[in-house]
């Protein structure tokens, strides 16, 4: 089938054969007659990136009324970002067609210009509920005229809570108006707002009912929870070409492991609700320019980027509703391109994998995390293979050439590789060489083989590795000055004990800390930690729950700590430097001086 068997104007044509767009998507070929037609509502069942803003924009713009300049068409969409990316899609599709204004209406920005844009007069309104919701009870638009509403990703706005704006806004446009849902999956909500809001609609199966996508094929790792980050630094590692999101459950976490991946020397940022938009903004521009090469993501930070080629979509936590775990998956393997959606599970969430397995209708391919062999083989053939496709400016190059071949005279071609490989490697094979990474889960290490693997093999990207010079997992590091001394609002009543601690640390952050010092009191406890993993820890511990509590983590430094946490903290002190009861010194009861005088070591 082609565009021009479907009915649109030729300068829609135009417009989307200046976007490349040669034939329609099975969405658009299903969608784009039936909203043609008119003649009622349409439930379209269907995965992100398969085209679903073409399939409803194409004839909501053919369909307008250009000489009235009132809304006509109604798009509501989850977030800010895919309502702009929409928003941009159908000016892109309207670029050869007069007089056609399309705006977009989200909140997190000042609503006086959208009021001022809607005062002016525009055909569409591509909105957030909120923002929608909001610029209707100031009665600042006229929803008389509305002829099409189009819910798209429907079930993502009932998941981020808009059912009751959702419902406020339905109510509030003509009953005439046709209206088009849009979802991945069809949860017991959405079929209710099919129900409640529309008539008698159609639907349309775009692939499988609940299916990931088509070309997405899903890897799962099962490893012990404390095993979870180094896990993902290992699959990270053996795909060196890797542009991916890792979506975490938590803002906490994303912050947390975007963190960790950064120390480490990994190409990553992360993306959460705690951002304000213009630092959301840096990081998606960042992104879409591949300067960095991980997002670490929220699921609902995530909705709308709009990122065609990314090679691997990695939960490192499930989503807590499964059927998320289409969205995810669906980020990757768009646009005829293949994709991989990588699961990291502990033991216990096997069950879950297995449930997604039987929504989505696919079987997963149960992995073992690469060994330290696997990895070093893998980037050095990723590393070859740049070598050989790499593009030459012999104008730069050339004039260092007889230097450098004087230096190098004499010796063999194979010496010279290996060097250049050493060179580039040794970190890396040191790292997976060291007996403290044996690795995750069962697997079992093979020992590097020098006929077959390079002695020395890469680490991460030579920027990478001048920065953070060491890509190796930290080795529980001597004692030191620098360590950073932290409060936990848990203590002996809460049966805490330095083992349970370490556990608890352990199993909130997904890896192994190691943690020293540990000062176990009633309420509340001391613990000292590498400084970089402070930050982390915070934020990974502050979601937990230990015996009904909100578990608090701060440092016990003399800029952050509270006024609370150094009042303890003396008390402590006082207690660790003098066993028995603290007696007031002669003459000057009580003064910090004394107290501090009395812990000098004599
Ligand atoms: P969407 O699901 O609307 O976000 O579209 C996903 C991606 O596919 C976007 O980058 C579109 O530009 C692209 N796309 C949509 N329809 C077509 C088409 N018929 N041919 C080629 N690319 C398309």
Redesign the pocket.
Known sequence: MT?NELGLSPELLEG?SR???????P??AQVIPRLLDNKGDVVAL??????????F?LPILTMLTRDERSPQALVLCPTRELCV??TR?MQAFASCTKGISILAVYGGTPIDGQLRALKRGVHVIVGTPGRMLDIMRRKRVDLSGIERVILDEADEMLNMGFQEDLEAILAGVPDSAHTLLFSATMPRQVAAIAKNYMDHPEEITVGQRNAGAENVSHECYVVHQRDRYLALKRICDYYPDMYAIVFCRTRQDTQGIADWLIRDGYSADAIHGDLSQAQRDRVMQKFRTRSIQMLVATDVAARGL?V?DLTHVINFNLPDDLNSYTHRSGRTG???KSGVSVVIVNMRERGKVKRIQKMIGTTFNFRNVPSGYQICEAQLFSLVDRMRNVEIDHRQIDPYLPAINATLEGMPKEEIVKRFMALEFSNLLKYYSDEHHRGPGTQTERPAEPAKAPKTPTPRKQAEQTEHSVQTERPAPPQSPRDARMFINLGRLDGINPKKLGDLINRECGRKVPIRKVDIMRRYSFFEIAPEDAEPIMHMLSKARVGGRDVRVEPVDDQLKSKRTKRTERRVKAKAGKPGKRKPSKGKPGKAKTRKNSRKPR
């Open positions: 565009f989307i976007l490349g767009f040669e034939s329609p998507t969405v658009q269907a995965q992100t990136g398969t085209g679903k803003t073409a399939a924009g990316q929409i899609d709009d065609n768009r646009a005829g």
